[in-house]
């Protein structure tokens, strides 16, 4: 199954610690989505990659938070500092060339900061 | 700002009968929707989508009905089985090819 791979399933942190997720898009994505999802809420966007590039990061909180989508190798996505409110599942999304493909999802982050 | 809003966080129906779902959006710029399904601990999962040229879009058991006049969409499950109990996820995007979604729909169907 050559789906979207994230990694880890679930990270621990402390607080002011480092987090860093992983995403593989599927075979022959070149789109990459990130998202969190807070506990009881929806999806909310982050960012939007393409190789290389940061195509839209309106979502992403101003300071702390960091996504990048090398030329080779996954997608990362880091959390600096790690505070309580960041808690929650984070999930990645590629797609071939836009969203009117549809995307597909990873599996998630569940990420907790103790 | 949220561009994207399921109003109702839940909805039970006894199988067999029909689900709808709801979703409303503000930006007349969208021009694709989806719906997408989410089990517990796992990724959500394309389910169906229609484009803003059409009002309906057909998949077995799934409809997908959009009024753009209203900036509304609602899907239909019917019959509707227990295994459609998940959280369904109303997604919109627009020539920017990023997706909005709205806050999901924890729907159950009891047998």
């Known amino acids: 199954n050559a789906g979207v791979m994230q990694n880890p399933r679930h990270l621990v942190r402390r607080r002011g610690q480092e987090a860093r997720l992983r995403c593989s898009p599927m075979?022959?994505?070149?789109?990459v989505y990130w998202y969190r999802q807070l506990p009881e809420e929806g999806l909310k966007f982050m960012v939007y990659?393409?190789?290389?590039?940061?195509?839209?990061e309106s979502g992403m909180p101003k300071e702390r938070f960091s996504a990048e989508f090398p030329k080779e190798g996954p997608s990362i996505l880091r959390i600096q500092q790690v505070v309580r409110g960041d808690s929650a599942a984070y999930f990645c999304?590629?797609?071939?060339?836009?969203?009117?493909?549809?995307?597909?999802f990873g599996s998630g982050t569940r990420l907790t900061v103790v | 700002d949220q561009q994207v809003k399921q109003n109702s966080p839940s909805l039970s129906v006894q199988e067999g009968r029909i689900s709808i779902l709801n979703c409303d959006y503000t930006?007349?710029?969208?021009?694709?929707f989806l719906w997408y399904k989410k089990y517990p601990a796992e990724g959500p999962t394309f389910l169906i989508s229609?484009?803003?040229?059409?009002d309906k879009n057909e998949d077995g058991r799934f409809t997908v009905f959009l009024n753009k006049s209203a900036k509304h969409l609602s899907l239909h499950i019917v019959p509707s089985q227990p295994g459609d109990s998940a959280v369904y996820f109303c997604?919109?995007?627009?020539?920017?090819?990023?997706?909005?979604f709205g806050a999901g729909t924890r729907l159950t169907v009891k047998p």
């Open positions: 075979k022959g994505h070149s789109h």
């Open positions: 229609i484009s803003s040229i059409k």
């Open positions: 990659l393409q190789k290389e590039n940061i195509i839209d």
């Open positions: 997604a919109a995007s627009d020539r920017s090819n990023d997706m909005r």
């Open positions: 999304a590629s797609s071939l060339a836009g969203s009117n493909y549809g995307y597909t």
């Open positions: 930006n007349s710029m969208f021009d694709y």
